[in-house]
Structures are given as structure tokens and as C-alpha cells.
């Protein structure tokens, strides 16, 4: 397991016993289908895809304790990669993220009907029916870094429209995911830009900051209530203020690490604009890695910086 690089980030945030929810009603440890017997879309939240990212779970349970009952449909509520989440320690709070390899990069057909057999993909198998049964999808993170929260919403067109619906958080960010493999938010249907199926990834800020626990949940709710899923009014008294505007950022640019070696010329965290076409942003190896154009914005700067993974990707405003 990689290393975590100090940064000075209390953990604010306490693992919930996720143990309660283990039987659910599906057969599958940790997913839960609450039916509402009535006809509606089929709608997926997910948690703790990464186990070190704590407000998911946090949200779930939320959920499940406010008694969430489908008006329409069927909701769906899956801890994604449980075993991670429950080697959780706050005095190393980086090293749940996963158990073999990234849960996030495992969502092509090439990797779930291949041969692979880590602990993450076993689990993603487990999942696959479930997600591709899912007309919406919900898939709640958390960063690196104390930034602002944002919804990454994939390259197309639904994609950009669905996260404006939702109407929180501020930031929007289109992309078209990492070389390393295919996240569960671009699996599938939800990549297809002639399927009605949609998907979001909300990054709901530093992953163990207190106020993480509080986006994950608003956003489940404006989720749900977009979709028509539960009444206007449940649970209002959990929302947070809505923005009043949201800014969405085409990333042009995904750095992917080429080398052995990869160093950020500053302490960058992300949301910074660099404001000159030329200006210097780290090494990869001994290459510079230079802003294509003017007024670049620094996007989740990562400080797993290995060969093969996203070093930070570079966008532009777009509206």
C-alpha cells in the first residue's frame, strides 16, 4: 500500500460501524434495495468506494436512520469496497483507500469478464449487476486536499445538464476519467451518450474535514428529490445554502505520470488559476509540464505520484 504524505489534515470525521447494514435484502453483503412498489426509475447511491473516504458511509447512514422510503422505483444503497473502509485507522488515515488496487479504475467489461482476481474487482463483479440495473447514479467521494466541493460529471453533454439540475455544489468539472481504468460513473451506459442513463460523482471536500459529511448528505437529498424519488420536504432541515451560481470547468489536459519520477514545482492543492500559457507546473521525470493556455485551472492535484496515475488535471471555464 502507497505511503501517505503528511498534510496537516485533522481527521474530524469518525468511521460509523457499517456492520448493521452487512445482511441488507439482496443477497450481496452491504447493498441494500428499498422497493417502493411503485413504478419509477432505478436509482444507486454508493459509499466508500475508496475506504478512506468516510462522509459516504456517513451519508448512507443518514439515510437509513431518517427511514428513507422510495415514493417511486427503487432506491439502491451499496458500501462499495467495505473491506477497505474497515481497516480504517485515523492515525493513518490514507491507508484504507483500498485493499489491492484502485475500486475506481475497474469498471470496463475488459477488466470485470477478465481474469483479474484482486479483492477490488471480486467486489466490483458483485457490484455490476446492481449498477448496471440503475437508471441514475449517485457516487459519493471525498479529496486529498481541503478545496471546494465539486461534481464530476463525465464528457458528455447529460452528464454537464444532470450536475446542473442537482444545483449544488458550485463546481462542475467534465471529464473523460484516467488512463489507468474506467470509474464506475463512466461505466457502461452512463458513458453512452444515446442512453437516458446518467451518473454523477460528487467530490465532497477533504476527506476527513467535519463539513465533508454535510455535502454528502445535502447532495444525496437533492438527488433523490430531483429524481421525484422522496417527498420535497423530507429531510429539509439537513440542507446546506445552494450556490448561487455553478461554474463548470472542461478539463483539457489530464496529466498522466510518464515516468518514475514526477515533482509539482509548488505546493499546489487545486482550484488555482495560473494565469500565463508557459507557466511551469512540476517535472515529470526531467520533462517540464507546462500550462497550455491562459487562465489554467489546477484541478485535484493528487500526491499519489506514480508512474501511470493522474498527477492533476488542467481545465478551462467553459460557463
Same mark, same amino acid.
Given at each position: 500500500?502507497?505511503?501517505?504524505?503528511? $498534510?496537516?489534515?485533522?481527521?474530524?470525521?469518525?468511521?460509523?460501524?457499517?456492520?448493521?447494514?452487512?445482511?441488507?435484502?439482496?443477497?450481496?453483503?452491504?447493498?441494500?434495495?428499498?422497493?417502493?412498489?411503485?413504478?419509477?426509475?432505478?436509482?444507486?447511491?454508493?459509499?466508500?468506494?475508496?475506504?478512506?473516504?468516510?462522509?459516504?458511509?456517513?451519508?448512507?447512514?443518514?439515510?437509513?436512520?431518517?427511514?428513507?422510503?422510495?415514493?417511486?422505483?427503487?432506491?439502491?444503497?451499496?458500501?462499495?469496497?467495505?473491506?477497505?473502509?474497515?481497516?480504517?485507522?485515523?492515525?493513518?488515515?490514507?491507508?484504507?483507500?483500498?485493499?489491492?488496487?484502485?475500486?475506481?479504475?475497474?469498471?470496463?467489461?475488459?477488466?470485470?469478464?477478465?481474469?483479474?482476481?484482486?479483492?477490488?474487482?471480486?467486489?466490483?463483479?458483485?457490484?455490476?449487476?446492481?449498477?448496471?440495473?440503475?437508471?441514475?447514479?449517485?457516487?459519493?467521494?471525498?479529496?486529498?486536499?481541503?478545496?471546494?466541493?465539486?461534481?464530476?460529471?463525465?464528457?458528455?453533454?447529460?452528464?454537464?445538464?444532470?450536475?446542473?439540475?442537482?444545483?449544488?455544489?458550485?463546481?462542475?468539472?467534465?471529464?473523460?476519467?484516467?488512463?489507468?481504468?474506467?470509474?464506475?460513473?463512466?461505466?457502461?451506459?452512463?458513458?453512452?451518450?444515446?442512453?437516458?442513463?446518467?451518473?454523477?460523482?460528487?467530490?465532497?471536500?477533504?476527506?476527513?474535514?467535519?463539513?465533508?459529511?454535510?455535502?454528502?448528505?445535502?447532495?444525496?437529498?437533492?438527488?433523490?428529490?430531483?429524481?421525484?424519488?422522496?417527498?420535497?420536504?423530507?429531510?429539509?432541515?439537513?440542507?446546506?445554502?445552494?450556490?448561487?451560481?455553478?461554474?463548470?470547468?472542461?478539463?483539457?489536459?489530464?496529466?498522466?505520470?510518464?515516468?518514475?519520477?514526477?515533482?509539482?514545482?509548488?505546493?499546489?492543492?487545486?482550484?488555482?488559476?495560473?494565469?500565463?500559457?508557459?507557466?511551469?507546473?512540476?517535472?515529470?521525470?526531467?520533462?517540464?509540464?507546462?500550462?497550455?493556455?491562459? $487562465?489554467?485551472?489546477?484541478?485535484?492535484?493528487?500526491?499519489?505520484?506514480?508512474?501511470?496515475?493522474?498527477?492533476?488535471?488542467?481545465?478551462?471555464?467553459?460557463?
Amino acid at each position: 500500500m502507497e505511503s501517505w504524505l503528511e $498534510n496537516n489534515y485533522p481527521v474530524e470525521l469518525k468511521s460509523i460501524d457499517i456492520t448493521p447494514y452487512k445482511r441488507g435484502n439482496t443477497g450481496t453483503d452491504y447493498i441494500t434495495i428499498i422497493d417502493s412498489g411503485k413504478p419509477g426509475p432505478n436509482v444507486m447511491i454508493s459509499a466508500i468506494v475508496h475506504g478512506n473516504e468516510l462522509c459516504g458511509a456517513i451519508a448512507l447512514d443518514f439515510l437509513f436512520q431518517n427511514n428513507i422510503q422510495p415514493i417511486c422505483g427503487k432506491l439502491t444503497l451499496a458500501f462499495a469496497n467495505y473491506r477497505a473502509y474497515q481497516t480504517f485507522d485515523p492515525g493513518s488515515p490514507m491507508e484504507s483507500r483500498f485493499i489491492d488496487e484502485d475500486f475506481n479504475r475497474a469498471w470496463s467489461l475488459s477488466v470485470l469478464d477478465g481474469s483479474r482476481n484482486t479483492i477490488e474487482v471480486k467486489r466490483a463483479r458483485e457490484l455490476k449487476p446492481f449498477v448496471e440495473q440503475s437508471d441514475f447514479l449517485l457516487d459519493i467521494h471525498s479529496m486529498q486536499n481541503k478545496t471546494p466541493a465539486l461534481t464530476i460529471c463525465g464528457p458528455l453533454e447529460k452528464g454537464q445538464a444532470f450536475a446542473k439540475n442537482i444545483r449544488t455544489p458550485r463546481y462542475i468539472v467534465s471529464d473523460e476519467g484516467h488512463e489507468t481504468g474506467t470509474r464506475m460513473r463512466d461505466y457502461e451506459d452512463f458513458g453512452d451518450p444515446k442512453s437516458e442513463k446518467n451518473s454523477l460523482l460528487i467530490e465532497c471536500g477533504q476527506h476527513w474535514e467535519k463539513n465533508s459529511k454535510n455535502v454528502a448528505i445535502d447532495t444525496s437529498l437533492r438527488f433523490l428529490k430531483f429524481l421525484k424519488m422522496v417527498d420535497q420536504d423530507f429531510c429539509n432541515d439537513a440542507h446546506l445554502e445552494l450556490p448561487k451560481k455553478q461554474t463548470l470547468i472542461e478539463v483539457t489536459h489530464p496529466i498522466t505520470i510518464k515516468n518514475n519520477s514526477f515533482t509539482f514545482a509548488q505546493d499546489f492543492i487545486g482550484f488555482e488559476v495560473i494565469n500565463k500559457k508557459g507557466t511551469l507546473l512540476g517535472w515529470d521525470g526531467q520533462k517540464e509540464v507546462l500550462t497550455p493556455f491562459d $487562465n489554467c485551472i489546477l484541478i485535484m492535484p493528487s500526491k499519489r505520484l506514480y508512474k501511470g496515475q493522474t498527477a492533476v488535471r488542467l481545465g478551462k471555464v467553459i460557463n
